[in-house]
């Protein structure tokens, strides 16, 4: 079993539909999850992080965490289709040194 | 945040030659990391860059194979030795900053191998 496991897509949405991305982690002592973007031929980049149960609201992105299932989402609301890429979900230890550990990524597209 | 840049963006080098690339961060950070990504790939860690002391490895990563060097908090280089076409991917660079150790990375250096 990985670490960290996404859907391995690609997901496709319509212009304006929600995109929701899963990710489940294996390690219960993790601690920090973080959500990047990449867009081909690009570096990833930050777009989210979250470390309580609970929702986190950022604009049209809301990151979703459950502890006890050992799950976490990203929801896009509105999406765009500049939206489109792939995004990493990412996991970090408490006593891991600022490591984090990546899933393989869920590539997103989304249809004008 | 932080701003990160790599050196170069790009090469084309021949089989049997060593490649370094350096890492320029725009604040000083304790923890920095070295990756690599192969096409349609996620992200596979190949070490972490400690200031002041070697560089932790991960599995299937030595260091005569990637020499790191760390020599204060804000530039890391990278060499990748003895080079072959498996070599051929993007290196990223990364640091970690904030409360949750949230990674910035650099624009990453894409390596090809003839």
């Known amino acids: 079993q990985k670490e960290v496991e996404q859907n391995s897509g690609p997901l496709s949405v319509p212009e304006g539909a929600i995109a929701s991305l899963n990710c489940t982690y294996s390690?219960?002592?993790?601690?920090?999850f973080f959500w990047y973007r990449q867009y081909s031929g690009k570096s990833p980049e930050l777009i989210m992080f979250i470390y309580s149960n609970g929702d986190k609201e950022d604009g049209r992105f809301t990151a979703q965490l459950n502890k006890a299932s050992q799950y976490v989402s990203l929801l896009i609301r509105d999406s765009q289709p500049s939206d489109s890429a792939t995004y990493l979900c990412a996991v970090t230890r408490r006593t891991n040194a600022g490591k984090s550990t990546f899933g393989d990524g869920t590539t997103l597209t989304v249809k004008p | 945040s932080a701003v990160i840049s790599q050196k170069p963006s790009r090469d084309i080098c021949q089989r049997g030659t060593s490649l370094t690339i350096q890492c320029q961060v725009d604040s000083q950070v304790t923890m920095m990391f070295w990756y690599r990504q192969q096409p349609g790939q996620s992200l596979t860690l190949i070490a972490t860059?400690?200031?002041?002391?070697?560089?932790?490895?991960e599995s299937g990563f030595v260091i005569d194979k990637f020499p790191i060097s760390r020599p204060n908090l804000t530039f890391s280089t990278l060499t990748v030795s003895n080079m072959s076409p498996e070599d051929s991917s993007i290196y990223l660079c990364?640091?970690?900053?904030?409360?949750?150790?949230?990674?910035?990375f650099g624009p990453g250096t894409r390596l090809t191998v003839l």
């Open positions: 860059a400690n200031q002041g002391s070697e560089a932790t490895y």
């Open positions: 390690d219960r002592g993790s601690q920090s």
């Open positions: 990364s640091v970690a900053v904030g409360s949750g150790n949230e990674q910035f």
